[in-house]
């Protein structure tokens, strides 16, 4: 897959979320279920971008743990909060990633091995920060303002579909997703212009450094790691959404 195949998957993927944010009191547990599909596109695809041995395992342990971490935000028990929740299962992950390494039989490789599968239980683990976003706008009807950052998010990737230079793309993409996010948050959330904008540009550029990153890889166009490629900024814009919807007044 070429650059402008796999950038309007990501966007696919944003824009789903956004429609997800819109459905009212079924939201976190429909975003919990396209976070589960994000990170089962993350492990599958996480060992070839990196080019890991034992690909087996590490599919395993990557989405075995952004799946898990999906399900504990809606089903953690009351004495645990959803967000250490997550940060349990993230350690899990890390502690299945030292497992796996130990029960492989072919012994190469073992410390890239090793950081490139905890690496992907982080960015999948993470994705779950949609989920907590989605159920603490929902408590404070915010949940516009996770709308307007995943509609951001869309249209910054969809704008990496283009075929123009990598600099001038990667500037009208993040244009295009800080005034798409910017427009969205002020009219539909009611939040303060400049604290949009604000929003909209970590939303925008984190996800264009996150996608240049992870297409930085000699085998990222090819089919299987791009799905990574796509998936990965997604993934990661949660992190901003979660912070957000607890920041905003």
Avoid: K, Y
Wanted: proline share 6%.
């Amino acid at each position: 897959m070429t650059v402008p195949e796999r950038a309007p998957l990501g966007a696919a993927l944003a824009l789903l979320l956004a429609v997800v944010s819109l459905t009212g009191p079924l939201s976190p547990v429909l975003m919990a279920v396209a976070v589960g599909l994000l990170a089962l596109l993350i492990g599958l695809a996480w060992p070839s971008l990196l080019e890991l041995p034992s690909p087996g395992g590490t599919r395993a342990v990557v989405s075995g743990t952004g799946i898990l971490g999906a399900l504990v935000t809606v089903l953690v028990p009351e004495r645990f909060t959803p967000l250490s929740g997550v940060v349990m299962v993230c350690a899990i992950g890390v502690f299945a990633s030292f497992a796996h390494q130990m029960l492989r039989s072919e012994r190469r490789e073992l410390t890239e091995s090793l950081t490139g599968t905890i690496a992907g239980v982080f960015v999948s683990g993470i994705a779950a920060c949609w989920v907590l976003a989605q159920s603490a706008a929902l408590d404070s009807a915010s949940g516009s303002v996770v709308t307007a950052i995943a509609a951001g998010l869309a249209a910054t990737l969809l704008m990496n579909s283009t075929p123009l230079p990598s600099l001038l793309r990667f500037v009208l993409a993040a244009l295009l997703g800080v005034a798409v996010t910017t427009l969205l948050a002020v009219s539909l959330a009611g939040v303060l212009p400049l604290l949009a904008v604000v929003i909209g540009l970590v939303t925008a550029i984190g996800a264009g450094c996150a996608h240049l990153l992870t297409g930085s890889s000699l085998v990222s166009r090819e089919p299987a790691p791009s799905l990574a490629v796509a998936a990965v900024p997604v993934a990661t814009v949660g992190v901003v959404a979660h912070l957000a919807v607890l920041l905003l007044p």
